[in-house]
């Protein structure tokens, strides 16, 4: 059942190939009335369409006698051996009289090759894909765009053919790009991409998945904002880019990078939000940033960095990093009258709480440390000394036997 599904798709395909290479030839478009297409390198026979078998014809080339070097009629039909692109023009046919019985434009260039094809989607709707030729065929061209959706294992009962193919669909404002819509995100597809001239055509297949071909547009709205009072930071935000769908469902992560202006070497952050605090900028020094998206669980690539958006950190007194979150977020309430008693509070520090914890942690963890090698080097000393005093008891009662072995008369020893 599989087999014949497939072979009823690619049936559909190529008819529609068919169809449109037919349109194309019958109708003219290829060019206007009276033009003639030819390959390069390749033997180029042209015929007097008004001429009758055996007549005696004259062959002139843009109205000169003169033909290309090489050519040569044969039976009223003018040869042009191994054309070159210099053998390009106007060709008419004349009787004895002269009087013109058909005239002919030519034109050279060579059969088209196979087309580089990519896909990308922007979200999990629609897809596009583009392509680009890999041959210069120097003549008119046009491509036929269709997909089919490939069958997953038990779904043949439940699909129509017809529900499987398509074209996509080619829009003359964005030339070699086609747009699938309302695709569906887990399901495989195969693109076909042919590229049809005056000469004949090529092909070009590509298989894909869409959530290995998501890749979003860049965030937009990018905006760097000073944090009041605190010379370090810059409050970042944008907006999801429009090409999102905005669904629950599907909801992007996001990375920043950050640099100085006159720094080369970038600093990086994700989060899932659509804001972030800058909290190491450099005092007094113009910064630049930029965002990229990417799906939050992880399907497909980054996109492309956003553009560039500028800002600089406030000047002022340095607050707590507490005050300067309450600052940011919350609106400034009514001016109140300034003070002239002294201020007697000490100066908050510009580190965070997060980054005291840590050095507690830290300090807490070498201490640990070295206690437990002071304890370990006790031990081992004691050991050592607890051994050192057993050895010299020792010692001390086998000499002290000795002395008085010595000390005993011989007899007695005897």
Known sequence: MLSLVSCIGRVVVLSAAILVTTSITMSGEWGEEGVTYGQLGKDVMLECAGGSPGE???WRWNGSPVLPEGSMVQQGQLLLPRAELSSEGLYSCHDASGILLSSVTLHLGRVPGVPSVSCRASNYE???CFWTSSTDTLLPTRYITTYRKKMRPGDEKQRSPSSDVGLCVQDSAHPRSCTVSKSQFWSSYRMNVTEVNPLGSNFCLLDFTVQAI???DPPEGLRVEPVPSAPRRLHVSWEYPSTWPNEPHFQLKFRLQYRPVMHSSWSMVETANVSEVITDAFMGLEHVVQVSAKDFLDAGSWSEWSSEAWGMPALGQTMAP??????AVEPEGPAEEPSLAPNNEPVAGRSDPLEKVAVLVSLGVFAFFVLAVILVFAFLMWIRM???????TKNHD????TIHMKALPKAQIL
């Not at 086998?398 to 036997?401: F, V």
């Open 322 to 327: 507490s005050e300067a979150a309450t600052a």
């Open 386 to 392: 607890k051994k050192h005093s057993k050895e010299a």
């Open 214 to 216: 998501l890749k979003p």
């Open 126 to 128: 629609n897809f596009s």
């Open 56 to 58: 005696m014809l004259e």
């Open 398 to 401: 086998l000499l002290s036997a």
